[in-house]
Antibody, heavy 121, light 106 residues
Framework: QVQLVQSGAEVKKPGASVKVSCKTS????????VYWVRQAPGQGLEWVGW????????KYAQKFQGRVTMTRDTSTTTVYMDLSSLTSDDTAVYYC??????????????WGQGTQVTVSS | EIVLTQSPATLSLSPGERATLSCRAS??????LGWYRQKPGQAPRLLIY???NRATGIPARFSGSGSATDFTLTITSLEPDDFAVYYC?????????FGGGTRVEI
């Protein structure tokens, strides 16, 4: 079955960077976009961006432009999200999710289990 | 950016009852609206996409309707698993945006 498994929780200091991984399995990796969505404590969902695993093309929400980089490794079917210049406002659970039902539909299913990123001095 | 407003913020119902959730868009999104359910401590799960299509494995008690700016998610008979937070999302334009959520509680 389709699975997305994310890396573990991170604690970072303000100004640092964090890199979260999302290991995919159970489908053709290059055939579906992967998205990143975050959720601050007790808050709603916020789209961060997407990556096309086939081409490596990316699109980021303007809010994160210049601070976020999404990459992929086709040999390990893993997608990465790197977020720099962290502030306390970046404290959130970060989710990866695959496109559903086709390659770039901009609906998200299934999702990874989430990675807690905490930014604290 | 398209703003999605969900109402009510909280819906208090009993198992077996019917739930009706609303999502209003700040401008037309055509039929490009979806719904997700998020149980406590879990990732969201897609229920409905393109306004009225059920995602894989979603039971028939979930249905979506609407177009342009007004959309509804209906759950015909609430089961214990359905007491959760529901989010709508649009894919009509960038950035992709979500509503603030409706909590369905017992």
């Amino acid at each position: 079955q389709v699975q997305l498994v994310q890396s573990g929780a991170e604690v970072k200091k303000p100004g640092a960077s964090v890199k979260v991984s999302c290991k995919t399995s159970g489908y053709t990796f290059i055939a579906y976009y992967v998205y990143w969505v975050r959720q601050a404590p007790g808050q709603g969902l916020e789209w961060v961006g997407w990556i096309n695993p086939n081409s490596g093309d990316t699109k980021y929400a303007q809010k994160f432009q210049g601070r976020v980089t999404m990459t992929r490794d086709t040999s390990t079917t893993t997608v990465y999200m790197d977020l720099s210049s962290l502030t306390s406002d970046d404290t959130a659970v970060y989710y990866c999710a695959r496109s559903f039902p086709y390659s770039s539909s901009n609906w998200f299913d299934p999702w990874g289990q989430g990675t807690q990123v905490t930014v604290s001095s | 950016e398209i703003v999605l407003t969900q109402s009510p913020a909280t819906l208090s119902l009993s198992p077996g009852e019917r739930a009706t959730l609303s999502c209003r868009a700040s401008q037309s999104v055509g039929s490009y609206l979806g719904w997700y359910r998020q149980k406590p401590g879990q990732a969201p799960r897609l229920l409905i996409y393109d306004a009225s299509n059920r995602a894989t494995g979603i039971p028939a008690r979930f249905s979506g309707s609407g177009s342009a700016t007004d959309f509804t998610l209906t759950i015909t008979s609430l089961e214990p698993d359905d007491f959760a937070v529901y989010y709508c999302q649009q894919r009509y334009s960038w950035p992709l945006t979500f509503g603030g959520g409706t909590r369905v509680e017992i």
